[in-house]
Every structure is written in C-alpha cells, then in structure tokens.
C-alpha cells in the first residue's frame, strides 16, 4: 500500500502538519512572542538576560551601506556564520569554515569571494531569506568549533540538537547531522541526517535520512548508533529554560556544542517541522497528552520538569 | 458558550443562512438550478383589419392582464401614421390607436410576450361586476324563468346553479323552454349570461386565446365568468357555455377579461381582430430578467449592475472557489505551492488564455525568465532592482511571444498577455532562489504543485455549472466560506502525510 491508515498513524500517537498548526502552534504559542523567535537577533538578547549561551556576535548588518564593511568583520575570523536575522528553514545561511589571506571557504571547500558574501548580505538586507519578504538585518556570527564527540557523525557542518520542549518540558529530541547532499547544512528536508536522541541519556535510538531510516553516515559510513551527545545534562537543562525565557508553549531548540564552550542555543523555532518524530521512531502525541494532563500549576522548577521527563520519556 | 461551540454555530448559522438564501432565491424568483434551462414565451401577434370610413379612427384593443400562468414581457403595436398609445385605467389594459384621416381598408399589429409563468396569479377581484338591465320577449321571459326555477332547486351555489342551466342547454334533448330559448340569435354564451343575470348572479364575459405554436387567425374562445362571495371574500370560476366540461387553463391565455368589448372602433366599420402565435424557448434566466415585476427582486442582487460590472463579478465571485480548492490541497493533501494563493491566479489567467495555450505559455515563460534570471544572480543586484528586472524581462518575452506567434499565425499565442506578469515575476524570483538553496527537485515539486493546483481551480472556475451557481446564488458564497472555516478546523493527517510517516507506522 502506497499509503498508510489514518487509524495506524493515530494509534502511534504521530501528529501531523494540520495538528501541530492548529492544537499546539496555534493554541501554545501567542503570536505577539514570535517576533523574539523569529528575528535571530532578539533571540540572542533575550538568551543573554536569561544566561544562555549563544555563538559569539561578530557583527551587525542592517543598511545597504554597511555591507561594504562587511570585510572588517570577517577577515580575521577563522570562519564564520552570516544569516539574515529572520530566516526561516536554514533559507539564507551561510557558511564559510576558512579564511586565507583574504579568501573565504565553504565547508564543501569551494571559494566564496568576498563579492558573493556581500551579495549575500545585500539579499538578506532586501529580504529574500525572510519571512513575508520583510526587509532584514544580516546577523554574523562566529562559527562553532564543533566538538570532537561529533568527529566522522557530521559532514562539513555543524551538527545541531534539536529539542522539543513543550510547555518548558524537554519532550523530544534529535540530532540533525549535515550531509553531502544537504550542503553542509542540518535541515532534514535538505538531506540532513536525524538521530533521534533519548532525552535520559543522550544516546542515538533511531536514525533517518530523507525520512527513510539509515544505519551509517552516508558520506562517512559512521555508525550512527554509536552517538553519544555529550554535555547532555546542561545542553538539555538550556534547552528547557527557553521556556521561561521566550514564553512559547511550543517550541523547537536548536542547540549546537562548542569544544570550548559547551552547549548553546542556536536559534529557537516556534514551528518545529514533524521529522523529529520520523528520527525517534516514535508519535510525539502521547507526550505532548502527558504533559497537557498536567495542567498548568504543577509548579515544578527547570530541574524538576527534566527529571519528570527522564522518568517518562526513556526508552 | 466556549470557543469551539461558538465556532460550530457560526459555521452552522453561515451554512444555514447560505443555503436559505439559495433555496430562497430558486424559489421565490424561480432561478434554475442549472444553466441552459429554457422557458416558454409566447410571441402572439394581433392584427385587426377594418375599412375606414374617411375621417378620423380611434380604435382601441383590448389587452391581457396579469393573469395565473403567464406573465406579460413586452408589448409592441405597428400601424404606420397612427398614434399609438397604451392605456391603463385600473381596470382594464388596451392598446389605443388614433388617426385624423383614415380611408379604405386599414391594418393594425399588436404584438405581445408572455412568458409562462407557474408564479403568476390572478388579479384580487375586489368588487363584483354589477348586474345589467335587459328587456326580454315574454315567451323568452317566461322560459327562461322556467329554467332558472329548475335550476334554483337542484343547486347551492353560483357555481353549482351554472352547472344546472348548463345540463339543460347542453342537453341532448333540450326540454321546451330551452329549445325555446335557443332558436333565437343569441349565442349559448349570451344565453347564460342572460339567465345568470335573471338570477342575480353577476358574470363576465371573457376571451380566451387557445395557444398552440405556430397558429395563424385564430380568433378568441368566449368563456363566462362567474362570480360568488364566499366567507367575505369574492370567488370566480370559469365556464364554457357550449360545454359542461370544466375549462382547462393550461394553454389559454385569458386575452380579454374587460367583460366588454374586445375592440371598440370609432371612424371604421367591418372590423375583425385575428390571432397569429408562436412559441419560443428562451434561456429561463434572460427570460425572468425580462419579467418587468422582478426588476425590484433583483435590486439587491448583482444583476441590478451594468451589463460589463457583471460581467466583472462573475470573474470575482469564482475566486472563493479557486481559494477552497487551494484550501483542501493544501489542508486536506498537503500539496505544496510556491506563494499560497498564486494557483489561484493562474488559474484565472488561464480561463483568459484558455488551459493548453496557458499552461504551455506558463511553463515557457517561467523557464525561459529562469534561464535568465540565473545569469541575473550573477550581478550583484539589489533584490527590488533585481524584480524589476525579471518583470521587464518578462514583458519583454511576453511581447515577443505575442509578435512572433502572430507572425506565425498562432494567434492564441497573443493570449499570453493575460497572465498577470508581476506574478510571473514573482515566481521565478521565487523558483531561482528556490533552485540555487534546494535544487530543482524542490522547484519541480513546487512548481508542479502549484500548476496542479491552478488546473484544478481552473476546472472548478470554469465550468458552466459552478459559474452559474456562484454567480446567481450570491449566498453560495456563505457555504463556501463555511466550508473554508471548517477546513480551517481540521486536524486530521493529510494524504500526503499518510505516506510520509508510513515508515513509521510500518515500525515493529
């Protein structure tokens, strides 16, 4: 059969697009909050007045005029991120992982020149990345150094967690590993690989690629079951207080790891996509029920909500 | 009452309004449901020929009145050199013509439409006809008297005592006083008239017109009308003099209800009035337009718009379909379209352009301006500078399609100027960064998507059924807004997720 049964889908408890949108998006996440997730830069200030940890800011670009600054920024960076502050889907992110006297490098390898990025930024400032064609700032970032836990789990990118946290509890999570085919970047759409990742441990349960489940990296054959994020407790306890610090009810963290600096928050996404639950092997239903049946005055602290989770969420 | 409640009513009460108003309509002003329905007009032609006696001539036609089953459209008189005018005393409606010299024969055309109309009711009779004079020869008085005290016995009422005078004249073998009666000059029809009279009921003589398509001189049937109150209100029946059959009305048209004379002429003598008809079938919806008494029921509807802001609607009133077609694909599928609404625009331009020419000029233009539009990337351009570009470049292609099609002959190539061209700029704007960050498979499943959709919307907009439907049943509108409201509601898993997640249904 080219489909499956609703009534299957249902019993394992998987949500679908029009759910999420309507039950969870809709109902959890007040609309006047969106701004503070969907604009990168509001994300980093209401991050830092919550003490969570974010790449480090190089630079700003919000006029056309700026942009031909832009080298000042970049040229003594070992690599960097710019991306427009509100993009949406991974649209308008770029890379570069080397800079050489001067020429800049993609995680691929190929050379971008410094007319290109500032190309880029121009497109970001006119708004082609951003939600509603909306004009735009150009965010650069310092590129993470990626951590040596992650060494043959990710190609040319950085690998992210993804974490559902649901009314301030951690509910879901994966890891989403860059590919050839997604061109350095973590979007699953893209080609990315998803590990889905026991919110207890930390440890890999489940794996897939364009939605189909894989057992190996598929550019280097690493075997995927053997993933370990490190750091879990703070990377999970971050993710959690993004409740409190951005006040949605629903929503996706993006948390990377630095060598240096541990976890820290990438960016948070008020409609996280559905493949989390492909990546776990499991419906993400019954948890969102569990935790909605709890009502809102359990008054249970950050810590205390994670280790509820543990206690239901294992596997 | 919470939200969910609230929102179930509201879409109840926009369905139940939309519906009503739309069984509403069809039954009150009779609107068919499907397009192309027909209904009969009656075209009848009166010509009336009389020799004029040198000097001035007034005649003046008797004509119909609204009456059960037909409806008067239009009426028209010919006659050159004669003043012509309609009149229209309250009681009875006639066609006047006047001259003030006429000689030698003359011939006078009255024309009228009716349109068969199961709406139409007879007029209120609010007073009786009075009752008349008449001086009768004694042996026809004491007959007739005869006749009337038989008939007196044997009835109840107005109606019921006609039918009794009318056993004995029709009889097979009429008794004394009836044949007595009958070897006179007057008609059967004068006869009952007369008796009824002697009787105190009060009558009126009518004529009718047996339509039958394509007769020519036919000449009216008279009927009596007769009259009875009955619990305060004032009651008539018709009755074939000749015949004890009750009158049929289905295909007479009541011509002369003036209980006078058809025609009355002054200044002529010799006058006949003959009959010529045909039948027409008219498309139903021009029809009841034409029906004069609609014109304030369509007050409030689009009709009541000139001819070319219709015309302008009936596009704008299909767009709610376009949009709940996009709403389930999107919804209910999971389809994918590049800019949520812009199948729906598409979709319009191809009923200008029609679907092949539209789709096969689409697909052209957008691969062409794609093509283009990659070595724009190349430039370093400002985003709004860069569209501007590609909407230029587009008019450009467009013009030269059109030139160049023409040359060739294809003048459905011209068409192609009806696709809205900053949309098409928009989509390969859209399409190009599409392809440079996801690959042409997600501008294919994009495009091919959004395509999909337009073709269906298309199909939906364009057919004649839904087009006549959403157009003259503006309530129609309310259902489909339901049904978007609805839709909106629905959590359920689209078809498309259904394959999606079957790996994972399929697990263990």
């Not at chain 1, 710019?82 to 570069?96: D, H, R, T």
């Not at chain 2, 009836?178 to 004068?190: D, P």
Request: a neutral charge; aromatic letters at 8%; proline letters at 4%.
């Amino acid at each position: 059969m080219f489909f499956s049964s609703p009534f299957k889908l249902k019993s394992k408890g998987i949500m679908g697009m029009n759910q999420r949108n309507s039950g969870y998006i809709g109902r959890y996440n007040p609309r006047k909050l969106y701004p503070l997730v969907d604009n990168k830069l509001k994300t980093k200030i209401i991050a830092r007045d919550a003490n969570v940890t974010t790449p480090a800011l190089l630079g700003v670009i919000s006029m056309q005029a700026e942009v031909e600054g832009v080298e000042a920024y970049i040229k003594d960076t070992p690599g960097f991120v710019i991306k427009p502050a509100k993009g949406s889907g991974g649209k308008g992110i770029l890379v570069i992982t080397k800079v050489e006297n001067g020429r800049y490098y993609k995680p691929n390898g190929s050379e971008e020149s410094l007319a290109e990025i500032k190309r880029h930024a121009t497109d970001i400032l006119a708004g082609l990345f951003s939600l509603g064609g909306s004009a735009d700032v150009a965010v650069i970032e310092g590129l993470i150094q990626f951590d040596s836990a992650f060494d043959g789990f990710s190609f040319e990118g950085v690998p992210d967690v993804r974490v559902i946290v649901f009314k301030g509890f951690p509910v879901m999570a994966m890891m989403r590993l860059s590919t050839a085919a997604s061109d350095g970047k973590a979007n699953l759409h893209q080609g990315a690989v998803g590990v889905g990742i026991d919110i207890t441990t930390g440890a890999a349960i489940n794996a897939v690629q364009f939605d189909k489940p894989v057992k190996f990296h598929p550019d280097t054959n690493k075997e995927l079951a053997l993933l370990q994020v490190p750091k879990w407790e703070r990377l999970i306890y971050l993710a959690s207080s993004c409740y409190e610090m951005s006040g949605m009810g629903y929503l996706g963290t993006d948390m990377v790891l630095d060598r240096d600096l541990g976890p820290m928050l990438l960016e948070l996404n008020a409609r996280p996509g559905l493949a989390i639950q492909i990546a776990n092997g499991q419906g993400i239903l019954p948890r969102l029920k569990l935790i909605e049946s709890l009502g809102d005055d359990h008054g249970m602290s950050v810590e205390e909500r994670i280790e509820y989770c543990k206690k239901h969420f294992s596997q | 009452m919470n939200a969910r409640t609230f929102f179930f009513v509201l879409v109840a009460g926009l369905l139940s309004l939309g519906i009503f108003q739309t069984v509403q309509r069809h039954v009150a002003f009779d609107i068919p449901w499907m397009p192309g329905e027909t209904r009969t007009i009656w075209n009848i032609d009166a010509k009336i020929n009389f020799d004029a006696n040198d000097g001035a001539v007034l005649a003046s036609l008797t004509t119909p009145e609204r009456q059960a089953g037909y409806t008067k459209i239009s009426q028209n008189a010919s006659s050159p050199g004669y003043g012509l005018s309609f009149l229209d005393d309250g009681e009875t409606q006639k066609a006047e013509w006047t001259i003030r010299e006429a000689s030698g024969k003359q011939t006078l055309y009255y024309n009228i439409q009716v349109l068969e109309d199961a709406k139409s009711l007879d007029q209120q009779i609010l007073e009786m006809p009075a009752l008349f004079d008449r001086e009768y020869s004694a042996a026809g008085f004491a007959a007739g008297t005869s006749i009337i005290n038989d008939a007196m016995k044997t009835s109840a009422d107005a109606f019921s005592f006609t039918r009794e005078v009318l056993k004995q004249l029709n009889a097979d073998n009429p008794n004394q006083n009836v044949s007595l009666i009958l070897t006179g000059k007057a008609t059967k029809t004068e006869i009952l008239i007369a008796l009824l009279n002697e009787a105190k009921i009060p009558t009126k003589k009518i004529g009718a017109l047996v339509l039958e398509d394509g007769r020519r001189r036919q000449h009216l049937t008279p009927l009596v009308e007769v009259f009875q109150e009955k619990d305060g209100l004032i009651v008539s029946r018709l009755f074939d003099a000749t015949s004890l059959k009750a009158v049929n009305r289905d295909n007479l048209l009541l011509w002369d209800q003036s209980g006078k004379a058809l025609l009355e002429l002054t200044g002529g003598s010799d006058s006949k009035v003959s009959f010529a008809m045909i039948q027409q079938e008219q498309p139903a919806l021009s029809a009841l337009l034409q029906k004069s008494e609609n014109e304030h029921l369509f007050n409030f509807s689009i009709h009541s718009l000139p001819v070319e802001d219709q015309s302008l609607f009936k596009g704008i009133l299909m767009i709610p379909l376009g949009v709940l077609i996009v709403v389930m694909m999107r919804v209910l599928v999971g389809l994918k379209t590049s800019g949520t609404f812009m199948p729906v625009l598409i979709a319009m331009a191809f009923i200008q352009t029609s679907l092949v020419t539209g789709l096969v000029g689409f697909v052209l233009l957008v691969a062409i301006g794609l093509f283009i539009r990659s070595y724009l990337s190349h430039l370093n351009l400002l985003l709004v500078s860069r569209i501007s570009t590609v909407i230029i470049m587009v008019i450009l292609l467009i013009a030269m399609f059109g030139v160049l099609s023409y040359k060739l002959g294809l003048t459905e190539g011209l068409k192609i100027t009806f696709f809205p061209m900053i949309i098409l700029s928009w989509t390969i704007e859209r399409m190009s960064v599409l392809w440079e960050e996801e690959g042409a498979k997600e501008v294919m499943i994009q495009g091919g998507g959004s395509l999909l959709v337009a073709v269906l919307a298309y199909f939906v907009m364009s057919n004649e059924v839904t087009r006549h439907l959403m157009f003259n049943f503006i309530g129609l509108q309310f259902v489909v807004m339901a049904f978007v409201l609805l839709l909106g509601s629905y959590t359920g898993y689209r078809l498309l997720e259904l394959r999606r997640f079957k790996p994972l249904a399929d697990k263990e």
